[in-house]
């Protein structure tokens, strides 16, 4: 089938490579020239493991190109999956959708269906189809259709590939496009879940909300675990071994980041309060996530009172597996050391410290030279590289014996055993 996918972000890439894989004709769109020049070099512009590999194999069937209008002209099915970041109040900013439909209107001349990709709030696809209306394109001419992703960074070919769930929003009636969207996921193991347009919007943003109510409710557990000389995670372990709970999602430590769960947490919190609908864990959630950092902080204070020394944080990303620094916890921890007045040093695989905080920390290029000389060591990000460590070589390297797991990925034991002192939250 011809496809036209607009947006080459992680989700709208992802998306193509995988679509073209499975024979599917794509034209996939970016507005940035740069990125399409690099993508046609066979370039991927993030770090996504196996993207690049995948996009060898499908070369053939795709092509990248920043023309709309002559990829909208000769796709009958398109896929929208730009961006939607917070704006200050919170509130999706939904302007590169709008202008994608400015784009393209003039070109839906025969039958398209629009497949809207993007995290949206609910109500955007009726608004869309008020914007085409406005905009003099006949309603026989197109079918709107939600179909939100689920793709983790650092997973998303994964998860592409192998969903627990497909959710499609259909208008009522709308008998065409559920076998379309099946026809191009033929291949793909999946179950659907068909409902309304905003049932499908909402889905998205119920689906991250839960998950990162999961992680402040096991930060929050791990609080009192800590008053009480109580490992948090026995608590997980016996809690997720409930198949009402389940064990995912719920590993204590700094706190969740990333470009989805703080950015769709707040758009949810605008709109519930802008429809004053009464929705307390909704703000909790955050509330403990943004407060997290801080108690770690406290914890270093107290070991740390000299507080011009040197800290070694390991770990810039949200998570691992991605270069992604965006409302990554690592980025307020390093602020606030930083503020205190520690000599904050950082090292992570991929992620790079951005220009705005160079004055903040330095960033080396190996994990030896962070650690050279620091009086403690901070793990920020749970990076596979990090999980075992030489503790003896490290235990030389550095001035201090205080070891900071944010990530709950160490053996406290086996830390302690090398003469560290070990602090972390919930772990006794
Ligand atoms: C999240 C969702 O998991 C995806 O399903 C969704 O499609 C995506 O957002 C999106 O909306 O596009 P992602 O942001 O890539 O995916 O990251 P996650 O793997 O969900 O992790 C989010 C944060 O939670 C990370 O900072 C991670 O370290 C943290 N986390 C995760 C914890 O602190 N504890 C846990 O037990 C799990």
Redesign the pocket.
Known sequence: MNICVIGAGY?GLTLSVTLASLGHYIQCIDKDNNKIQQLNNGFIPFYEPGLAELLEVARKNIVFTSNTVEAVKSSAVIFIAVGTPAQDDGSADLSFIYSVLHDMYQEITTFKTIIIKS?VPPGTCEQIYQKLTELGVSPHLYAIASNP??????KALYDMLHPDKTVIGINDGDTTTVPLLQSIYAGINTAYVITNLAGAELI?YA??YF?ATK?SF?NEIARVSDKYQVDIQHISKAIGLDPRIGK????A?I???????PK?LRALEYLIKKEQINAPILHAVQQINDTQINIYVEKIKKHLPHFSEKVAVLGLT??ADTNDIRNS?SIPLIQQLATIGYDVHVYDPKGVIPKNMESLATQHPSLAETVEGSHCLILAT?WPAFTSLPWQEIKKAMNGLFIVDGRNIWNKKEIESYGFTYIGVGRP
Do not use: A, W
């Open positions: 989700v995290t992703e689920f793709l983790r960074e650092g998205k689906n991250n998950l992680i096991i995912e999602f719920l590993k430590g706190g969740y980041g990333g470009s989805c769960f769709d949200f998570k916890q749970d």
